[in-house]
Nanobody
Framework: QLQASGGGLVQPGGSLRLSCVAS??????????LAWFRQAAGKVREFVAA?????YYADSVKGRFTISRDNAKNTVYLQMNSLQPEDTARYFC???????????????????WGQGTLVTVSS
């Protein structure tokens, strides 16, 4: 089970840090992909960031967001800086095994999903 937290209301230019904790499982395998996706109202889910041996980012968040993981705590983080209104969405964490690199941005490849945490960027 994945539990995401850290969402909230923030002004444009602000920062938030999302966390996702796994219970009943483990991130300890370095080959496991940990990822964040988001879905804005009325839009399809989109890839945000992923971490395996390196980091992968959507172009829209590159340079502003940072994904990290703490295997000992079974936790993946998403540090979001310079937030903009277009970042408003529900953010979901996901875990995948056996994902080849070329499909790491494809949400259908992930095995487990958290319930999501809402991020609202507004003045």
């Amino acid at each position: 089970q994945l539990q995401a937290s850290g969402g909230g209301l923030v002004q444009p230019g602000g920062s938030l840090r999302l966390s996702c904790v796994a219970s009943g499982g483990s991130f300890r395998s370095s080959s496991t992909v940990l990822a964040w996706f988001r879905q804005a109202a009325g839009k399809v889910r989109e890839f945000v960031a992923a971490h395996r041996w390196t980091e992968y980012y959507a172009d829209s968040v590159k340079g502003r967001f940072t994904i990290s993981r703490d295997n000992a705590k079974n936790t993946v983080y998403l540090q979001m800086n310079s937030l903009q209104p277009e970042d408003t969405a529900r953010y979901f964490c996901a875990v995948g095994n056996g994902i080849i690199t070329s499909t790491i941005r494809d949400g259908t490849r992930y095995n487990y999903w958290g319930q999501g945490t809402l991020v609202t960027v507004s003045s």
